[in-house]
């Protein structure tokens, strides 16, 4: 699925490089660290190493300021739809309507195309509120994860 991200000046979307991985990889500490603390889940390692076992280049945007790499967003194919993951914003990115844009561009591109798209949300994170008013339904959830899906619309 194409997806073509809006800008929010200064701020522009562009392809990931492989070096962004580091880089990346230290937005989700920093954004996710406040979820993680409260499931009592951060591991200041962990939650590094994880993303950039998983860092696909390929299919991730980022979101670039005039310092570097403030938000990604990844869409990985999936028999059934695709999967929204990676998508961080820094702290001082969020509550601009940058998210809500960039959501709103995944969505629309899935309903263009017919696709489901799936994620997975930490319990208690405010951006399951988000997601929610895009669409995004619960599907399942364990004691870490919510799991939400979002079936094109017509």
Known sequence: MLVTLPP???????????EDGPALAELRATVLRPSLERLGRYDDVRVRERFLSGFAPER???????????????????PDG????????DVPVQGRGVGTAALSAVTRAADASGTTVRLDVLQRSD??????????????????????????RP
């Open 60 to 78: 991730t945007q980022v979101l670039r300021g005039p310092a570097g790499p403030v938000g990604s967003l990844a869409l990985r194919p999936a």
């Open 8 to 18: 929010s000046p200064p701020l522009t979307w562009s392809p990931a490089r492989p």
């Open 127 to 152: 951006a399951r509120r988000l997601y929610e008013r895009h669409g995004f339904v619960l599907d399942h959830e364990d004691p870490v994860d919510v799991f939400l899906v979002r079936a094109p």
């Open 82 to 89: 695709v999967w929204l993951e990676h998508f961080y914003l």
